[in-house]
Nanobody, 115 residues
Framework: QVQLVESGGGLVQSGGSLRLSCAASGNIFGRYVMGWYRQAPGKQRELVATRTTGGVTSYANSVRGRFTISGDNAKNTVFLQMNDLKPEDTAVYYC?????????WGQGTQVTVSS
């Protein structure tokens, strides 16, 4: 079993920045993928960014160039630096941990960007 603890959401003005963190704990070994998804009211959950233990990253087109995902494999932690935030980035952000074919989800953290 894997547990995820997220932190770092909040309220920010348009153009501002926030940094999200997610730490995984449990029986973790070998390779995995950690990332962030988000869900806005009335919309489906969507991919934001992912990072493999090998350091390979991927981003949604809507955030590329503004968001940066990074991680610390030794601490099973992933970060999402969000710059130049826009009102359309407002959503609940969920940490995702994909490990030995299973998906684990964090509880979600609210990000609200005011115009």
């Amino acid at each position: 079993q894997v547990q995820l603890v997220e932190s770092g959401g909040g309220l920010v003005q348009s153009g501002g920045s926030l940094r999200l963190s997610c730490a995984a704990s449990g029986n973790i070994f070998g390779r995995y993928v950690m990332g962030w998804y988000r869900q806005a009211p009335g919309k489906q959950r969507e991919l934001v960014a992912t990072r493999t233990t090998g350091g390979v990253t991927s981003y949604a087109n809507s955030v590329r160039g503004r968001f940066t995902i990074s991680g610390d494999n030794a601490k099973n932690t992933v970060f999402l630096q969000m710059n130049d935030l826009k009102p359309e980035d407002t959503a609940v952000y969920y940490c995702n941990f994909n490990f030995v074919g299973r998906n684990y989800w964090g509880q979600g953290t609210q990000v609200t960007v005011s115009s």
